[in-house]
Each structure stands twice: as C-alpha cells, then as structure tokens.
C-alpha cells in the first residue's frame, strides 16, 4: 500500500517543460535551472526559469479573466487586462525573483527542515513590463501614503494547503516610486506562460518570490498583512532551537520575511566535479542583493582560509541606476583559476554597497523552515 500523500490538485493539464530542468517535486511542479545554465546568460531564458508551484498550473481565458481592486477600496472594482493595461505609463524593468527556500538542501543537511528541496537554482533574472502597482492604486483610489497599510494579491491557483494563494507587502513598498513593484503581463518580452502566471501577475521586487503572486485575481488594501498561510506560517525565521513541538507559540510574534537578504553561489563547477590538479578552469556563479549593488564578490580556493576577488561581469550599469538601491537583477561573476590546486574547497561570499554580506555557516542560521540559507557557499573538487 502507497504511503504517498493524496493530492487534492487535478494534474492532467500541465504545461510542457523543458526537460534540462531540474525537478524537486513533479505534483504540484517545482523545478530549477541546472546550475552551468543559469550563468550562461544574464537574462534567464524563460523556459528555464525556475518555476514554483502550490497546486495545479491554472490555465486561464485573458477574455474573461477579471482583477479585482478590493479590501478598503468600496465598492470593490474589476477590470480586465486591457483596462490595466490602459492605467498609467507601461514600465519595463529587470530584475531577479528568487525563492526563500533557495539552497534549502543545505540546511536540510544539517538537520531536516520542512519545504521542497532546493539547490541554489531557485533564481532567475528576467525583463519585466507591465503598470506600476502605485498607479492602479491611485486609479482605485487608494490611500497610498499610510505607512500603515498592506497590499494584499490573491492569485487563481487552487493549492494543495486547500486555499488560494494570497501573500502581501506593506504600502510602503507597494506605493514607493521607486519599488518598481509591476502588475506585469510579460516576461523577456513575450506574453507570460502558464508557469509564470499568466495572464498577469505581481513583481516585487528586491522581495522573496513568496511576494510576486502569479494568476492574479484580486489585489485587496488592507489595515494588516495577509492571513493567507504563506504570509503567516510558510516564510518565518526562528531560532536553529526551535523545532515542530516548540514553534506554534512563536507563529504570531515571528515577523513575515520581505526583503532578500546578500547572496551568492558557485555554479561551475557543479558539487564534485573532478577538475585536473594544475589545469587552468574558470569558476563562474552568480550574486544578489534587495536593490542594492553587488560591489565585490570574494572567492576561496581553500575553505575560507585565504580570498582573492572575483571579477563582475554583469550586473545593471551604475551610470543608469546611479546612487539610487534598484540594482534589482543579480550580479553574474567569475574567478580565473591557473593552476587549480585539486582536490579542494571552493567558497564565495559577496558584499553589496551598505557592506552586507554573508555568514559563514549554514548551521548558525538553520531554521524549521529550511529559508533564507545565504551562508557561504561551498563546493567541493575531486582531482579524479
């Protein structure tokens, strides 16, 4: 007899996937980007983008489909794409989206946590378009200069937690001119796919993808964050003491994750690797910040003992975001290596332009909830 979970999802209409993708959960699907592609490019193909998913992938009709401005906006408003699309100037922007539980397999392996698995591909950089949130708020007639309010976003999908999926920000990003937060109906210039929310959805960022709802049906202003489950369980931090006996006292006064925090990963080579002892290799990998810049990125041949600094290949141009924090796309980077001293330790860490950075390990930081792992990243090379 199966002990398999029974899933409450009808799955037999899932989109096509590429199959390079790597999967963590077939049903519902979550899959990332194998880690040598996902460095390949600056912008990440769409196909390839890691998808994140709580239920079936709703296959949804733009000619009927309707958001719903709601909450303290009375009477409540609906408007389809065409009329979001006519409010306000169409804005395109990059930017990185990233799951919280990213490189949650480390801390997995430290002591179990609850979540899906992840590697460090749970990321991905694409160009958005779409209408600032802060002009479909004005247009509904929002108070949009209370520091007090949330904006909440309701998405379509149908999850396995027996709910919709509803998540939300505090007015203060929502508003802010230059949050860039989007109701956004394209990706890398095409109209969004089913895997990433079609056909609108919210982009937040700087913020954990938790944030960026996809299949938006309703955006409600409200006097409190969200109820949904995923703003008031699924991303908490506590304490690496508090486990599942300890932490249903904790729930309430434990604060909802937002901001990204400074992160960085190796990508080649992959876990492993065998590299030839004095042969020359390049390690390559990627950083990231909440909007503000990458300015260095130090890698270690020798687990942390000694450092040398990564070069910066790609990151957004300072002379176009200037002293402003919306450096909101990842930093791609890598370390030319002459001689690689095989077999040995290779760790990265990087530092953004308020001289964030990393801690050294992942157990100092382990948590219930396996999120936010931005520990030093760690690989280790075989000579054979």
């Known amino acids: 007899m199966s002990s398999a979970k029974k899933l409450l999802g009808d799955y037999s209409n899932e989109p096509s996937r590429r199959p390079e993708l790597v999967v963590n959960s077939k049903e519902p699907f979550n899959a990332e980007t194998p880690p040598p592609l996902l460095v390949k490019d600056f912008k990440t193909p769409v196909d390839l983008f890691y998808v994140r998913s709580h239920g079936p992938t709703p296959d949804l009709d733009v000619s009927s489909h ?32 990233t799951c919280a539980g990213n490189r949650r397999n480390e801390l997995n ?7 899906v ?57 929502a508003a802010d001119p ?37 299949w938006l049906r309703k955006v409600n202003v409200i006097p409190q964050e969200s109820q949904f489950v995923y703003q008031q ?24 994750l937002s901001e990204l925090s400074v992160q960085s990963a190796i990508c080649e080579p992959e ?29 270690s041949l020798n687990n942390g003992a000694d450092w040398e600094t990564a070069d910066l290949v790609q990151q957004d141009k300072r002379e176009e ?13 890598q370390f030319k290596v002459g001689k690689f001293p ?20 992942a157990r100092n930081i382990w948590n219930l909830r396996g999120v936010m792992n931005n520990a030093w990243h760690r690989v280790e090379v075989r000579d054979h």
Not at 109 to 115: D, E, P, Q, R, T
Not at 126 to 131: D, H, I, K, L, Q
Not at 271 to 298: F, L
């Open 233 to 256: 369980r699924d991303y908490k931090l506590f304490l690496p003491h508090v486990n599942w006996d300890t932490v249903d006292a904790l729930w309430d006064s434990a604060f909802s």
């Open 109 to 115: 392996a430290i002591k179990k946590v609850k979540g």
């Open 66 to 97: 309707k958001l719903e401005i709601g909450g303290e906006i009375k009477p409540a408003i609906e408007l389809s794409l065409s009329e979001v699309q006519t409010i306000g100037q169409h804005v395109t922007i990059d930017a990185t989206l």
């Open 342 to 361: 095989s077999p040995c330790t290779i760790c990265c860490r990087a530092w953004d332009s308020s001289a964030n950075t990393q801690p050294e390990q």
């Open 321 to 333: 975001k200037g002293f402003d924090n919306r450096y909101w796309s990842w930093t791609l980077w």
């Open 271 to 299: 876990k492993d690797q065998v590299i030839a002892k004095n042969s020359p290799y390049t390690i390559r990998g990627y950083a990231v910040s909440n909007g503000r810049r990458i300015t260095r990125v130090d890698v």
């Open 178 to 214: 230059k949050g860039d937060v989007l109701l956004a109906w394209m990706m890398n210039g095409k109209p969004l796919t089913r895997d990433h929310g079609y056909p609108l959805r919210i982009v937040v960022p700087g913020y954990i993808g938790a944030r960026s709802v996809k």
């Open 117 to 173: 698995g992840w590697e460090i591909s749970a990321i991905g950089n694409a160009t958005w378009t779409g209408v600032r949130l802060r002009d479909v708020l004005l247009h509904a007639k929002a108070n949009i200069d209370s520091p007090h309010l949330h904006v909440e976003f309701i998405g379509e999908e149908d999850c396995e937690e027996k709910t919709k999926y509803g998540s939300s920000i505090p007015m203060t990003k």
